[in-house]
């Protein structure tokens, strides 16, 4: 592929993850990081050094699209900073991977999004579980009508507690948007994904009963959910459920997915990779195992996932494709999470009507 040249902004673990798999993307070409945490830029020198790779160090963003001068830019910053960083980047022209969620308040995607509209350069928005290879296969059966036209679509994460990050902002809704958007926008991304509907009526319930309860910052008690489900009714007729436990770290598999339709269930497990159609007929049940290169696996925690999303995106960046996934898809994706919240704080269904939405 022609080479493009990169800069990541934020580098703390998911930008040091796009460093290592951005040294397996052939042609690109990443040339400088920049992080104001003196400790995250500390890890991402001797990431770069590691890698063999000859990058620029800066404190500040601004100074890095100055000089560096990408064409494109992956923003990693932690997510109450996208709007805001998003914008400088914008202003230089630069093509943008930014990192989910793509916003943390409702206000603030929706700006981000209509902004986009009007902008000529590629803006993908990072919601990489569409890439990881057995979930890619496993959306690729669906799509093909295996099942017929899918009336359940369950998703399963139990999975360790939130990571710690630089000062922990990751512990407060205020910071995140609420565990439903933070963590969750890439669920509803799937559902609307694979089920290639749109969401009318969200229901939850949830609540913070395990991690975090002693943690306190300067005072202030931790306020994020650790567990919740959520069902969404779709204007096709289709429901969505997402069953979700951060205190689940001994899981054999950490995502489930299935979909049911009149023919059948599909399912996929990860880590284990596994697709498994179970036909009504019971003439099943049929696994198909899709592995993941070790390269892909290696260089990040996300199964693979963000090697071909990055893959991908440079061959937009190069060919002048569109992207993939858009700032729409990301704007819905954390209206779905929000709504989530919403419905968790008053007990009641909260509706979503994007036909208004421009």
Not at 20 to 26: F, I, K, Q, S, T
Not at 49 to 68: I, M
Request: charged fraction near 25%; charge should be negative; hydrophobic fraction near 45%.
């Amino acid at each position: 592929m022609e080479t493009r040249s990169y800069a990541i902004i934020g580098c703390g673990m998911m930008g040091r993850e796009h460093m290592r798999n951005m040294a397996l993307v052939e042609g690109a070409d990443l040339v400088a990081v920049a992080d104001p945490d003196a400790g995250s830029r500390t890890l991402a020198q001797a990431e770069a050094r590691a890698l063999g790779l000859d990058v620029r160090v800066f404190e500040d963003s601004a100074a890095l699209l100055a000089e560096a001068k990408p064409d494109a830019v992956i923003i990693a910053s932690p997510n109450f900073t996208h709007f805001d960083v998003a914008g400088p980047v914008m202003e230089a022209g630069c093509a943008v991977l930014m990192e989910k969620p793509m916003c943390t308040t409702l206000a603030d995607a929706e700006a981000l999004e209509r902004a986009v509209r009007a902008y000529d350069r590629l803006f993908w928005v990072g919601l990489e579980y569409r890439y990881m290879p057995p979930a890619t296969r496993f959306i690729e059966r669906v799509h093909a009508g295996e099942a017929g036209a899918i009336k359940m679509l369950a998703i399963r994460e139990h999975r360790f507690p939130f990571l710690t990050k630089v000062g922990d902002w990751n512990r407060f809704n205020r910071n995140t948007g609420g565990t439903l958007v933070e963590k969750c926008c890439h669920f509803f991304d799937l559902m609307r994904h694979i089920l290639r509907d749109e969401p009318v009526r969200v229901f939850a319930s949830g609540a913070q009963d395990v991690n975090h309860l002693e943690e306190r910052y300067d005072g202030e008690a931790p306020d994020i959910l650790d567990n919740a489900f959520v069902v969404v009714d779709f204007a096709g007729g289709a429901r969505a459920v997402l069953d979700l436990c951060m205190f689940a770290e001994g899981s054999e598999e950490q995502e489930e997915i299935s979909a049911v339709g009149p023919v059948g269930k599909l399912e996929v497990k990860l880590p284990g990779g596994f697709v498994t159609w179970s036909p009504r007929d019971k003439s099943g049940p049929h696994c198909e195992h899709v592995a993941v290169p070790a390269k892909a696996l290696e260089a990040g925690s996300h199964h693979g996932a963000t090697y071909y999303q990055l893959r991908d995106f440079h061959a937009a960046l190069t060919s002048g494709a569109e992207p993939r996934i858009t700032a729409r898809d990301g704007y819905r994706s954390v209206v779905m999470g929000a709504a989530a919240q919403e419905s968790i704080a008053t007990g009641m269904p909260v509706a979503i009507d994007f036909k208004d939405e421009d």
